[in-house]
Structure formats: C-alpha cells, structure tokens
C-alpha cells in the first residue's frame, strides 16, 4: 500500500476557476493515483458554489470536506484570497462524507444526529467542520461519547457580516455541520497548542447570558477592558478594537485550576462580549495575552505531539487550524507560525490549512473538546508495513 498526498493552491477572481485551477496543481503531484479523500480550505471572498463544482469538476464526486477562512495557510505560508485543496491518495483507505444543514444555537436534533453517526466505531478518526458564528459546539461536543476520535474546527469568514460556511461533498452552506470518516490503511496524529497566557489581571463574570458575556466585576466588559489598556469603552465597540479583542481572551479557572481559554468574537454595542461558547455567572477569569514566541513554540510542540502520536507511521499530509487571533498576532510576520510547523514537520510533508473561530480536540477519556486560541495539527500518516 502507497499513502501519497499533495496540495494545490490558486488565487483567482472567481470562484469556480480557483478551485479548478487548485484541484488541477494537486492532481498533477499526484500523478496517476487518483485521490480518495479531499480538505478544502477556502476563502469566505469566493462564493462557495463555484468552489464546489470547480472541484467537482475534475474529481467528480471524491469525497470533499471544507471550510471558508480569511486566510489558508500551505508549506508556502500564507495565502489570503485563495482556494487550498488538499488530496489523499491510497488504494485502502476510504472516505465517507456526510452534510447535516440547518445545524443553529441549540440545535439538539442536529447535535443527535451527529452523536448517533459516531456512536459507530467511535475510535475512527473524524473530521468536523462547523459554522464559526452560530453553531455551539461546546454542546455537540458534551454529548458525544468519551474517547471519540472528533477531530475539527469552526469556520470563519468576514467578521463584521458574520458570514462563514462549510462544505460536504457536494454540499455547502451556513449553519451546517460537515463530517467525514476515515476508515482503512491510515493513521492520524493530533497534537494542540496555544501561546496565550495569564498575566495577572483577574475578575469575575458577574453577568452573562448564553453566548454572550455582559459584566465583569459588575461593569460592562468594555469598561474593564478600557481600564487595562486605556481605550475608551465606546471605542471597544467600533472596528478595529471590537474584533482585536480576540487577543485578549479570558482564561476561565477550571475545578482543578486550570484555565479555559473563551475568546469573543466581537464588541457588541452595549459593551458586552459575544462569544462562540457559553460562559457561567460567578466564572473566575484570567485576562490572557500571547507572544511570538510563545506561539511559534507551540506550534512546534502541537506537531511534535502529532508526529509522536503516528506510533511510527510516515507523515504524509499535515492539516494546520489555528484560530484567527493567530493571524491576528502573526500580522508583522505573516507565516512564522506554519513555517515552525513545516520545520518539525520536515520539508517534505506539505501543509493544508487555515484560520478558524475554534478547534475540536479529541480526548482519550472524556468527550472532544471544544478549544479557542489553540493550533491544531493533525497529521496523516502511512502506517508501516507488518
């Protein structure tokens, strides 16, 4: 058995032509294999039809699983504006795609559905990918069974519309749920990271409802924020401070004093914090802040971890989500954080990925874990022979 993979990278005007084009650059490193499993990272610029046929186009009904992002990132670095598909190609591993639409907050219906699909053979690795805005996947997340192999992230897109999508096979949308399962000669390693960290500032969640964080030591959270870095609160709800706020996320105090990190997605007008994960009244929180060289190194620890987690298996492909507040920190050195990837990865393991709103984790005795501010990679690998 022969597991080879490759990427294929384009940045047109139009949609349809850059995931042609994409599809077309991959399929040429693969040479004659034809590819049985496909990672669509794309721009939310593209309109995500033309994406699809693009693809479909030339690889017909492979199965396809996507997100859109603000930026893709490859063995090249960054790629604004673009179309990244990366494809498998193995003659003993397959690949079923599956689309679950109109997955919304609290959509328990949809989150059963999805929990009833890997409550078979939940020890598969899975691929997930969920809408950035609105879906909550900390709740899908609690009611799957411990050890699944849920692997994933949110999508993102423009951040003042709110606008994201995913895509499944050869369907597409907002508000969905995208999920594949691998099955046959294959392994994968995860490993996470992120370079945030607490740096004394403390309060407590006073008043919150749902996804949405109002005060913090009973003012609004603006307010607090104002105090720490000297911006008028007023100001935290207008572009660009309403969004940069992701780089300033709470570390919430666990049972056993660890910390959660939950970052907003934006300043609302009221000066509270919108997030993508629901956070409790009473809640201890740390206010968070990263580094260069915080996240370069745990970049480099997540891949190691994958890596190590192969059991030996040659790395083929690694797929990179890190959240937005990466792209955001990496603004002055676009690229810096694949690149300490691709340099544990080797030069030879070429990289798909992009900037999402949340990563999924799985964990070996408990349910996936819903992450913010973490790099994920995970990286596929050809087993050795027996």
Same mark, same amino acid.
């Given at each position: ?36 499993? #496909? ?31 603000? =930026? ?28 679950? &639409? ?6 328990? !219906? ?24 609105? =879906? ?6 609690? #009611? ?17 519309? #709110? ?16 999920? =594949? /399962?691998? !099955?046959?000669?294959?392994?994968? #390693? ?30 609004? $959270? ?9 911006? &008028?609160? /007023?100001?935290?709800?207008? &572009?660009?401070?309403?969004? +940069?706020?992701?780089?300033?996320? +709470?570390? +919430? ?47 480099? $620890? ?29 603004? =002055? ?5 694949? $690149? ?35 790099? +994920? ?10």
């Amino acid at each position: 058995m022969t597991l080879l993979a490759a990427v294929g990278q384009a940045r047109t005007l139009d949609g349809r032509e850059a995931g042609l084009q994409a599809t077309h650059h991959a399929l040429n490193k693969l040479g004659s294999l034809a590819p049985v499993f #496909g990672i669509v990272i794309s721009s939310y610029q593209y309109d995500a039809q033309g994406v699809v046929n693009g693809i479909a186009s030339l690889i017909g009904d492979t199965p396809v699983i996507g997100i859109s992002t603000p =930026a893709g990132l490859t063995s090249e670095g960054l790629q604004p504006h673009s179309v990244i598909l990366g494809l498998i190609a193995a003659t003993d591993v397959r690949a079923e795609v599956t689309w679950l &639409p109109g997955y919304t907050q609290g959509s328990r !219906e949809v989150s059963q559905q999805l929990a009833d699909l890997l409550k078979r053979n939940p020890e598969k690795p899975s691929l997930l990918f969920a809408d950035g805005f609105n =879906a909550d996947a900390e709740q899908f997340c609690s #009611g799957l069974l411990a050890g699944t192999n849920l692997i994933g992230a949110l999508s993102s897109g423009d951040m003042n519309a #709110g606008n994201a999508y995913q895509i499944g096979g050869a369907q597409f949308g907002a508000g969905g749920l995208a999920l =594949a /399962r691998l !099955e046959g000669n294959l392994r994968v #390693g995860v490993g996470s990271g992120s370079g945030w960290q607490p740096v004394g500032s403390h309060f407590r969640v006073t008043r919150s409802r749902g996804f949405w964080v109002r005060t913090l030591d009973g003012r609004p $959270a603006s307010e607090t924020y104002a105090r720490l870095f000297g911006y &008028p609160a /007023r100001e935290w709800a207008f &572009p660009p401070l309403n969004h +940069l706020a992701r780089l300033y996320p +709470l570390g +919430l105090e666990q049972m056993d004093k660890s910390l959660l990190l939950r970052s907003p997605l934006r300043v609302e007008a009221d000066g509270s914090f919108r997030m993508n994960a629901a956070v409790s009244d009473g809640t201890e929180a740390y206010l968070l802040v990263g580094s260069l060289t915080a996240c370069q190194q745990a970049a480099t $620890a997540a891949t190691e971890q994958a890596l190590a987690a192969l059991d030996g298996a040659r790395p083929v492909l690694a797929l990179v989500l890190a959240d937005i507040a990466w792209q955001m920190l990496f603004e =002055a050195q676009q690229g810096a954080d694949v $690149a300490a990837v691709q340099a544990a990865l080797g030069a030879d393991v070429p990289v798909v990925g992009g900037y999402t709103l949340g990563q999924i984790l799985p964990r070996a005795d408990t349910p996936p874990q819903f992450l913010n501010q973490h790099m +994920l990679v995970v990286v596929f690998g050809e087993p050795k022979e027996k």
